[in-house]
């Protein structure tokens, strides 16, 4: 069974500061990897996805993540934090069946002025 | 705007009643996927369904019941209710039958008194 751990519930940085929202998989093969934001009030969007290739991958908003096979890890960053990004943050897993998206609890970011 | 259609917005009800939830998925999607958000139990994926069938399902009660209609609109009822089922219900949708970029609905809150 596929399975994402996000080891933190809230994160608090100040404005212009970086971001890491740390996610880790549980799944026997090559996992379909999604990050997806969801604003107060608001479904969730799409920031970035994973399925081959090129280990980082280029989201929208200006966010990154890194698909590191080794630590069965997937973070977000983000070099300089907007207050525009304070939300809640979830990162998601699909097996290659794909017909399942099994998301982690969410990392709820709060940023400072 | 995800394109993703719910509704109602809101709704409140009691224990025991029953209740529809409905969702237009985006223009072109052939699936659609049900979500149950509440704050003990995350983001669930309860079922999905394809161009009209059932594709996939996840922890969806026995009481829960959904169907995806001939114009691709899809309706979640609910049953029986109780006051455990209060949260928030996702409807998202997908081009084809894997879960890769899904596109969400803005949620209906359903309240059990």
């Known amino acids: 069974a596929q399975s994402v751990t996000q080891p933190d519930i809230h994160i608090t940085v100040s404005e212009g500061a970086s971001l890491e929202l740390r996610c880790n998989y549980s799944?026997?093969?090559?996992?379909?990897l999604f990050w997806y934001v969801q604003s107060p009030g608001q479904g969730l969007q799409l920031l970035l996805k994973?399925?081959?290739?090129?280990?980082l991958v280029q989201g929208i908003k200006g966010f990154e993540a890194e698909f590191k096979r080794s630590q069965s890890s997937f973070n977000l960053r983000k070099p300089s934090v907007h207050w525009s990004d304070a939300a809640e943050y979830f990162c998601?897993?699909?097996?290659?069946?794909?017909?399942?998206?099994?998301f982690g609890g969410g990392t709820r970011l709060m940023v400072k002025p | 705007d995800s394109g993703v259609t719910q509704t109602p917005k809101h709704l409140i009800t009691a224990t025991g009643q029953r209740v529809t939830l409905r969702c237009s998925p985006r223009?072109?999607?052939?699936?659609v996927y049900w979500y149950q958000q509440s704050l003990d139990q995350g983001l669930q994926f309860l079922i999905q369904?394809?161009?009209?069938?059932?594709?996939a399902k996840g922890n969806i009660l026995e009481r829960f019941s959904a169907q995806q209609f001939p114009d691709l609109h899809s309706e979640l009822n609910l049953s029986s209710l109780e006051l455990g089922d209060s949260a928030l219900y996702f409807c998202?949708?997908?081009?084809?039958?894997?879960?890769?970029?899904?596109?969400f609905g803005e949620g209906s809150r359903l309240t059990v008194l």
């Open positions: 998202a949708s997908s081009v084809g039958p894997l879960a890769g970029e899904l596109f």
């Open positions: 799944y026997g093969a090559t996992p379909y």
């Open positions: 994973y399925f081959s290739g090129d280990t």
């Open positions: 998601a897993v699909a097996g290659n069946a794909g017909n399942m998206l099994t």
């Open positions: 223009s072109g999607d052939l699936s």
């Open positions: 369904y394809y161009n009209g069938e059932e594709r």
